[in-house]
């Protein structure tokens, strides 16, 4: 241990000298010069780049890209065989999404009955031998036991499991022959059927890659495995060998032997591009095909192979996509024969529908996907929907879930032309398929994309209306005119947005609101907020607040946190009636918050808009209502430290105002135990001590010292409260309570010191804590230690470098000027630290650590002590350990060198100064 002996003096110091001298030069920046002004010419840039279309890395302006998983991709690039373009490639991945979300969309069969068409699923079960004819036979002879023989039940797990062994079995033997497609002819398990689809479909698909893979070989290699030519991307059937024409014509035969028509169409779809070796024309093929599907009784395998030629005939160049518009009037034939219901229940009639809607909605992607090469006059005409043809037949051909997916597929434009014909075809579709107010839903969001006029949306929405009102059912009500919501805002149609207003009360009164009409409401809500510049104006609306007021759940949390956004953008808050609204729907959004996951990003906005509400308010000369507001948000909001925090900033703010405003200094003290209620609520220590310092701060500028005392005793037992009883120690903030320390020694230059506990009776209880507690690491006490004799030495200048704003609390310098006791206390406490300064540093385990406190301890030291024996033995012994500790070439070692030389080691002794010697001398 280093012993202090003889006479320590604190260094005189001149602060506006050196303020002086060491401020870098400023000099006023120009208006535009600054990074972040805008330039008179920046507009104009902006239109240059825009004009000339000039390409640069801007982030913010990249178009948005439909993402696909690499997966799709996968999928898309090994289907990308026999130099397909890029428009089939993109296929290829929508064709992977739709089955996935086909797979998905019907999962939901757990058993499935397997007759004796698929005993080749049956697992450990052998292939049947028996002849079709033979099969026949055996029913006739006994329907009843051939049922029961043949019908089995298998998970669907086995189900799909068996397909995999399938499909790796003809990839090992080439052995498909017809057993896998004939599995698309079982119709009798109807909701599991697009899975049995999709799994068949893509074991057709590998064995069209393995024959088209084995022909193109064929036409490429000879026998001996020479290569004889290399087929172009766009070769044309002129190029193709004989040998291999001929290969590929047998796979056809095989084929076309086949006796059962489905088996047969599914096993030439899935080498249809193999016709490419025989012929540069398939279209004929294409309609052969489509033909021959007319004679699918089954409604739902008949479907279903339409889809899978939809899917295979865009591996065809130059195709003709008439087809397409075949196999959807096809389509739709059979829908009328379900919707007229013939043999067939309203429930099976229904869940025909929906197995048949994921082909309608492919094939119909499929003919507006080549729309550039229609005009979409044409396309109305060939599916049969011209206006004049609808006059002519009397009556509506179209069916609704076609219409809906027709128009889903119709650009924009399209929609606007011909918005009043698409009215009537809904108007005119009322069958089963779908509902009709998704029809009437779809229409409004479509013309609202293109921009309709004005005429022909008045003549529209009255349509639409007349239509509305009927419906008592508020979900399919908001769907409607939710759709229709953005046209009425846009063109200012106040007559339809009261009318939409009046429909949503008249129905969600008195009732409880589903999850579904919860979603609908919400998106009403937050468009009207979207629309009006004036959050006064949303709420003058009629019906808002009662509409607002039977929401629930998060989407009442999604539309609060809206109107807080909005609300906290524009200025303060001052008109009682919104000030309370605000709060009403604050203390709704705080009680829905889930306070055992506080850290959620939903959460600290839901407190950050709190928050900033809070600090908006604004009740003028009436401080009174405005500390009692602040007492309410107290008891409403307590369970959040950062609401607590800005409730301490704003009354603060208003102890401030008060005491400008000439105040009665009882409010003033009334709003400082507002704070001292409020703070101890808060979890962050840091932010606890924080708030203390600064609210001590603000009891300094209202001249209340005593107050301001008790402030800062509480910031220091609120550090002295971190170490348990029971050893175990809360999460600390080191790096925060350090700072929070040296904020307090900066505040104690303006603190008054306590004539009867001593000048020194703070930081005393400062250095009291950090030697006491194990949780305060070396670097820390180090740290602390500097930063008291730091405040020693300023405390002991003739004058201070700063002072109290209120003119009624004297600084230290006039309150104990001349004292003797005054600057033996502040010696007193410094030698004592360098006394315990050396042996701290050393504690430092880690040495780089250690060097840089070291060297921080001499400067701090240096900074703050005349030369003298006393004080050159101290700080030659942290040079020894930072030289020990740090590289000889440290910037931060070589530093402060220089400051040591100027230490004078010859420095007198005297023991018998007298109490003058302790004081500063003016150099």
Partial sequence: ???????????????????????????????????????????????????????????????????????DVQYASESCIGGLCDEVTLSAKEWAIFKRSLMQKFSFTQTVSVSSMSDVLVKGGKVSEKSLAGLHLEELDDPQKTAEEEVKVITRQEYISRLHELKDEIRRAWQAEDRVARLLLDTSVSQFYPTIFILVTEV???????????????????????????????????????????????????????????????????ILRCWRFMQDNSSAVIHRLTMMMRGLADPLASAYCHLYMAKCAQTLPLRDMGFLVTSFNDITILLTRIIS???????????????????????????????????????????????????????????????????????????KVNVLDIMQLIEDCKDITFDQYLNYRLLGFKLYESGPQKESVCVLLDKVFQAVTQYNNLDEYLKVVDAYLDIVLQYQMDNYLSMILDGISLRACNKKVTEDELGSLQSVLIKLLTHFNCLEEAFALNHFIEILDVMYGSARDIVNMHILTKATRNGCFRDPTIIQLLFEISRALHDSLDFSSLKGDDHQQSARLISRFVQMVDFGPDLERHLTFLIECRRAFGSINEIQETLVHCGNSLAIKATKDGKPLGFVKSCIAFNEVTIPSISAITGCMNLYLETA?????????????????????????????????????????????????GLLVIVPGNPEEGITYMPRNILSLVKSHSWVTPGIRIKVFCAIVSLSATLAQNKLPYQASNSEVVGNDELFFGEPSYFQQLVSISCSILQDLVEAIQQEPVNVARGNLALEACNCIISSFEASPEISVVCTELMEIAKSCLHANNRYLQSTCPHLRGINLSYPTDDHSSTHDLEIESR
């Avoid at 006479?7 to 400023?26: G, K, Q």
């Avoid at 396309?379 to 069916?399: Q, T």
């Avoid at 002295?720 to 050893?727: A, R, W």
Wanted: proline share 5%; with cysteine.
């Fill in 204 to 270: 057709l698909d590998m064995l069209g890659d393995m024959v088209w893979d084995r022909i193109k070989r064929k036409a490429e290699y000879a026998d001996d495995g020479m290569l004889i030519c290399s087929l172009p991307e766009n070769f044309k059937a002129t190029d193709v060998s004989h040998d291999a024409k001929e290969t590929c014509n047998n796979w056809f035969c095989k084929i076309g032997s086949i006796r059962e028509l489905l088996p047969r169409i599914y096993l030439e779809l899935a």
């Fill in 697 to 745: 701060e603000v009891a300094l500028i209202c001249g209340l010292v005593s107050h301001a005392d008790g402030l800062i005793d509480s910031a220091i037992n609120t550090i002295q409260s971190l170490e348990l009883s029971d050893g175990s120690r809360l999460p600390i903030e080191f790096g925060g309570i350090l700072s929070s320390i040296r904020k307090l020694c």
């Fill in 341 to 415: 219901g013939k043999g067939n229940s309203h429930a099976k009639s229904k869940l025909l529908i929906t197995l048949l809607e994921p082909t309608i909605e492919w094939i119909i992607k499929g003919i507006f996907k080549d729309a550039s090469k229609w005009k979409v006059n044409d396309i109305f005409l060939e599916l049969g929907l011209r206006r004049d043809m609808l006059k002519l037949n009397g009556a509506s051909p179209c069916i609704s879930i076609v219409l809906h997916h027709l128009l889903k597929e119709l650009p924009a434009e399209t929609v």
């Fill in 1 to 71: 241990m280093t012993v202090i002996v003889g006479t320590v003096r604190f260094r005189a110091r001149d602060y506006s000298a050196e303020e002086a001298a060491f401020s870098l030069p400023r000099t006023p920046t120009d208006e535009y010069d600054h990074p972040l002004a805008t330039r008179p010419s920046t507009h104009d840039q902006v239109d240059v780049v825009e004009s000339e279309k000039v390409d640069f890395s801007d982030p913010l302006r990249a178009p948005t890209v439909a993402l696909v998983s690499n997966h």
